[in-house]
């Protein structure tokens, strides 16, 4: 290609980058989350570091991003497992900053922020995961033990403890029966209402200093809520009745 031509094609291709890197990258949260100031102590961080500006917009109103229920995990807390949705992934931003919330800068970023002295928000943790083993018979056995010592205080786990717990707390056997309930009980640890009493080891963050767990705290490692998966896995689903004759 003759010089010029390149030149030409510079003159046009470049500044059309540029105008394009300009734009902000549109991020829409709800308002609970926008309260807590973690995008006020995070957002500019991104800024400086990458040039790209983040303007916060409200949900509905033709968002780049969208930090709420949908999409890759991102962070937890206080009593919410955070996802990041990116709806204009040819933004040149929206990469750059879904890359950097996920990246370890953007997460310690992110574990840093302690408004009243304890943070507030953790890594997504185990969430997506948790693999489950569902074979052997040593951790289902061990996952019942933990069910039991654990879960009965609210939940029937077995038939020798069916009407123990709390009466409107779903039993093991009809949670069972769910169709996805591998996922409730892989992440039950962020499904109301467990979060404000429960522990996973090196997963959960320490409750926040001004929300400390209400009853006696449940405190599980990971390796326990695989066995409790394992358990749950190999037990006989509820027997729901006679389905619904009229849907
Ligand atoms: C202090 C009471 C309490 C304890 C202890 C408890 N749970 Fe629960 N759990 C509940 C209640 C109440 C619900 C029903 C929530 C609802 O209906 O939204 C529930 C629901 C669940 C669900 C379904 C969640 C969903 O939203 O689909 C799973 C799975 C579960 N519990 C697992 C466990 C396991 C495993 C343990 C023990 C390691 C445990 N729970 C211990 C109170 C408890």
């Not at 800068?105 to 840093?112: D, E």
């Not at 693999?131 to 039991?148: I, K, Q, R, W």
């Not at 409730?184 to 404000?196: E, I, Q, S």
């Amino acid at each position: 290609m003759p010089l010029r031509a390149l030149a030409l094609l510079f003159l046009i291709v470049v500044p059309t980058l540029c105008a394009a890197d300009d734009r902000p990258v549109r991020l829409a949260a709800p308002q609970a989350l926008v309260e807590t100031g973690l995008l006020k102590h995070a957002l500019p961080r991104f800024t400086l570091k990458t040039q790209v500006r983040v303007e916060l917009v409200a949900v509905d109103s033709g968002a780049d991003m969208v930090l709420g229920d949908a999409g890759r995990a991102l962070f937890q807390g206080p009593n919410q497992l955070w996802r990041l949705d990116v709806l204009t992934p040819d933004h040149p931003g929206t990469k750059r900053l879904a890359d950097w919330l996920l990246s370890e800068v953007g997460q310690r970023t992110i574990a840093s922020y302690a408004p009243d002295g304890a943070p507030l928000f953790g890594p997504p943790g185990a969430v997506e995961e948790v693999v489950v083993e569902v074979t052997a018979d040593e951790n289902a056995e061990l996952g019942h033990e933990v069910s039991l010592n654990k879960c009965t205080r609210c939940h029937a786990v077995d038939a020798a403890t069916s009407g123990w717990g709390i009466g409107s707390t779903p039993s093991f056997g009809v949670l069972r029966a769910l169709p996805d309930w591998e996922e409730r009980f892989a992440a039950f640890y962020v499904l109301n209402p467990h979060p404000a009493f429960t522990q996973i080891e090196d997963v959960t963050p320490p409750f926040p200093i001004d929300r400390p767990s209400p009853i006696a705290p449940m405190e599980l490692t990971l390796e326990e809520l695989q066995a409790v998966l394992a358990y749950v896995a190999a037990m006989p689903a509820a027997d729901l009745g006679q389905p619904l004759a009229h849907q």
